[in-house]
């Protein structure tokens, strides 16, 4: 339910624009002047702010200033009995979005917050959603041919239909973020927002503020309120990537928005209604972790109303060829122009694809930007590439032909490179994360940062998101 919060000194004025917008639907809230207003936008979120202009301690004017400097986002409209063209004029140029006079008419007033409150759905929608897609409603978004593609997307359809809360599970790379918009995609929620958190990609101490905002001053930094996931995804979906890496009391948070369709921002004193489909994944095997005590069993029961298994490439590999063809189009090239031989298809459909269909899809870039079909053969040992593309040369037996290097020297390079393999095949394993690289290698995480540095390894490169923890 969207909240508009009046702010008025006039008590006739604020109670009977309450009653009118309550009929309508949303949620009110009531400030004398814009002093008061300013506490309650600091301590709870709001979809739009109803203001008269002229009021003592802090006018309309002031308050949109203010409002305009620590959340741009919220839409503000000035009510005056003074009106004027020049003050309409100011006012929209300082960020108002709209401009009434008193005695308003109440269709137009209804129609002008309806107005604000999409607008600002819009404008958080555009800053937060980044490298969507080009999907639209009804579209899934997912390619294969298969039986075990062609039973998975039965299921995407059918659970699409209705409004439970999903689990996908699945190996890295399988593609489970596609599943989720699909979901959405094909749902009533489509021409809404979709959402997506990677949980193991933000730091601990910023995921809660990312999913449910702050309100500012909640925290060193908090320089003003900032809007959360779960609000932005007000009447569409939020996916909830690698939920299994989610501390204990944060599930804990997330049980209770299943529960009771509520947030509460960081630092604020009230909670707001949300109406958001969560969809969720994990590469994990929760029932362990909540065996081991590592996941809430009541959050696991929660989530796993509708479960939903995406199959591992290996199980798959007659979409190999498919796949191919759709990574190719999507990078600029065709069948015709870029022609994979047939032992370059037998190849890769004998290949078991340990990183999945985003492993293909590496291989398919990689072969488009050196030029070569051939190169897509080069998959788990099974030619012998050129050294200088995927295999280098060890360097121990480069180094030992070189007469101008000394021993202490080659042993030091020799030395980089064997940490260098090493370090970097650990974070493969913890997916970029450094504070679980630091803990399994018995290291502090500032020695590990500082040994990354050095060897010139970027936790970004390991980690699916693209980016590090």
Known sequence: MPKVLIVDDEPRLRKALGLQLEAAGYDIETAEDGAVALGLLQSSSHDCVISDLRMPNLSGEELLAEVQRVNPSLPVILLTAHGTVQVAVRAMQEGAVDFIEKPYNQED????????????????????????????????????????MKTLFTLIERVA???ATTLILGESGVGKELVARAIHNLSGRAQNAFVPINCIAIPEELLESTLFGHVKGAFTGAVQNRVGSFE????????????????????GKILRVLQEQTIEPVGGRGSKRVDVRVVAATNRNLA????????????????????????????????????????LKQLGKDAESFRVPTSVQERLMKYEWPGNVRELRNVVERAVVLDSPELLGQIGGSLAPPPEIVQPRPPEEAWVEDESITYKEAKQRVLDAFEKRFFGKTLERHRGNVT???EALGMHRKNLQEKLDRLGLNPKDFSEAGEID
């Open 109 to 148: 007033m209804l129609k002008a917050v309806r107005r604000a409150i999409d607008r600002k759905r819009l404008v958080l929608e555009n800053l937060f959603l980044r490298e969507e897609l080009s999907l639209g409603p009804g579209q899934i978004g997912l390619v294969g041919e298969s039986a075990p």
């Open 161 to 163: 239909r209705s409004e």
């Open 232 to 251: 932005l995804a007000d009447r569409g979906t939020i996916f909830l990537d690698e939920i299994g890496d989610m501390n204990l009391g944060l599930q």
């Open 288 to 327: 362990e972790e909540v065996r081991a005590g590592r996941f809430r069993e009541d959050l696991y029961f929660r989530l796993n109303v509708v479960p939903i298994e995406v199959p591992p490439l290996r199980n798959h590999p007659t979409d190999i060829p498919v796949l191919v063809a759709h990574f």
């Open 436 to 438: 679980r690289t630091a």
